[in-house]
């Protein structure tokens, strides 16, 4: 159980297009979620957290204009980078977890974004 | 805020040789601390979760993580590497009493020889 599963796995657009990426919680229901950037060799840095039927929660120095959370049900959260950039291109991840407090962190198997 | 290090960013071992993967923490009240495993291209696999109680934790593929607070450390161990454990690894520690909004170490690459 507990599948997070992310939509596509790689994605190339042209500069200045948007790209919307999906994450979808599987098997169980996810009130929250979290998007992590990872650039080449690096570690996941905490984008936003994704809360069902509000406002996501950006953490410092993400443009929440650039990079739209949408989390319209309890099973799926979207990521749209807005006129995406080269600078853009990295690998995005999704996570979610069980209701339960003290449930760990389960990942989706990311989106490889390039833009051209 | 919370820390995690990861010391060596790249472990070279033999298959058949034991490993430790070395993780070191700062945080002000008692940790939620994770392993996770990344294949290239690939999202995170949970290894290892600790949140209280023994400290001695077994987790899946045969590996198990060792918590010190004294040391603020939480080591990730197994007895025999397989060619197949081959991977980066991330330790990472949860924002206070939740396992969410978890900080990640800078991940250490295991590459295995045979």
């Known amino acids: 159980g507990a599948v997070v599963s992310q939509h596509p796995s790689w994605v190339i657009c042209k500069s200045g297009t948007s790209v919307k990426i999906e994450c979808r919680s599987l098997?169980?229901?996810?009130?929250?979620m979290f998007w992590y950037r990872q650039f080449p060799k690096q570690s996941l840095m905490l984008m936003a957290t994704s809360n069902e039927g509000s406002k996501a929660t950006y953490e410092q120095g993400v443009e929440k204009d650039k990079f739209l959370i949408n989390h319209a049900s309890l099973t799926l959260s979207t990521l749209t980078v807005t006129s995406a950039h080269p600078e853009d291109s990295s690998f995005y991840i999704c996570?979610?977890?069980?209701?339960?407090?003290?449930?760990?962190?389960?990942f989706g198997n990311g989106t490889r974004l390039t833009v051209t | 805020a919370q820390s995690v290090t990861q010391p060596d960013i790249h472990i070279t071992v033999s298959e058949g040789a034991s490993l430790e993967l070395r993780c070191n923490y700062s945080?002000?009240?008692?940790?939620?601390l994770f392993w996770y495993v990344q294949s290239p291209g690939q999202g995170l696999q949970l290894l290892q979760k600790y949140f209280s109680g023994d400290t001695l934790v077994q987790g899946i593929k045969g590996f198990e993580a060792e918590f010190k607070r004294s040391q603020s450390s939480f080591n990730l161990r197994k007895p025999s590497v397989h060619w197949s454990d081959a991977a980066e690894y991330f330790c990472?520690?949860?924002?206070?009493?939740?396992?969410?909004?978890?900080?990640f170490g800078t991940g250490t690459r295991l590459q295995v020889t045979l």
């Open positions: 945080y002000g009240a008692t940790p939620y």
């Open positions: 996570s979610a977890r069980l209701s339960s407090y003290n449930s760990p962190l389960h």
């Open positions: 990472a520690v949860g924002e206070t009493g939740t396992a969410s909004k978890l900080t």
């Open positions: 098997d169980f229901q996810a009130t929250t």
